[in-house]
Each structure stands twice: as C-alpha cells, then as structure tokens.
C-alpha cells in the first residue's frame, strides 16, 4: 500500500509561503498566481516584462529544494511509487483538466476561493471529488 506521511509543519508552511507569494503576485503585478497559466505564459509571453515575472517565479518554483537543503542540510526525499508511463498519462490528464476547467488548483483553488469566484468555487470541488475518488480506487479497489 502507498503511504503518506503526515507532516503538518511542512505542509503549513508550504501552504503559508504559497498564500503569501499569491497575495504579492496579485498585489504587486496584479496577476493570479496560477502555476499552469504562469507556465503557458513563459512560454508564449505577451512581452518582455511579462516573461520575466513568470520567469521569477518558476525559478522559485525550482528553487525550493535548494532552501530546504540550506535549512536542513539535506535534500528532500522525492518518491514516485508510479511508473514513467503512468506518469505521462497523469500528466495528460491534468493538462486535458488544466485546458477544459479553464486553470489548475493553484489558479482556482487559492486564488479563485479567496476571491470568491463561482467558477472556481466549482472547479474545486470537482477537484476534491475526483481526488477522493481517484485516492479510494487506489487505496481500496486496486489495492495499491
């Protein structure tokens, strides 16, 4: 069976450190910090100012197990229970969610919660639904 650790501590302050560039991001460019729509746009930027922004941010995105190395003096441990194939076909998939719900959890689920936005409000909750559903098929029909 696939174990997740529970580690309340890291994932507040991740969930701390994401809210906070979230809210710089819309106060400082007046952009929403949705990581695919970030994605996209460095890759087709409107202008140079724009690629730069965006650039910024996916190199702290990068970035972050550098800083958790200099706090802690080790790197964090990445573990993939899944084979490359499976990873590829989940990839797809988000990217077919990402374009049919117009963004990703970060875009809607931090963003567009915190501004109230019906659509995101909805997106999310189809979100949680197919993550529980896709977690109880793993857990307990494939047994995984």
């Known amino acids: 069976m696939i174990e997740t650790a529970f580690t309340p501590y890291a994932s507040l302050g991740g969930g ?21 729509g970030i994605l996209a746009g460095f890759f ?3 202008n140079l100012s724009d690629w730069t922004w965006r650039a910024v941010i996916l190199a702290g995105m990068i970035a972050g197990p550098l800083v958790v190395l200099v706090f802690t003096g080790e790197m964090p441990a990445v573990q993939v229970p899944i084979s ?14 990402v374009t049919f719900g117009g963004g990703c959890t970060s875009g809607h689920g931090v963003c567009g919660m ?5 659509r995101s409000i909805v997106a999310t909750i189809s979100f949680m639904i197919a993550t529980a559903i896709t977690v109880y098929v793993i857990r307990h029909v494939l047994g995984a």
């Open 84 to 97: 490359t194939t499976m990873l590829i076909v989940g990839g797809f998939i988000v990217g077919v969610g």
């Open 44 to 46: 087709q930027p409107a």
């Open 16 to 36: 701390v450190l994401i809210g906070l560039a979230s809210v710089a991001l819309m106060a400082v460019a007046g952009r929403i910090m949705g990581a695919t």
């Open 114 to 118: 915190a501004r109230l936005s019906p």
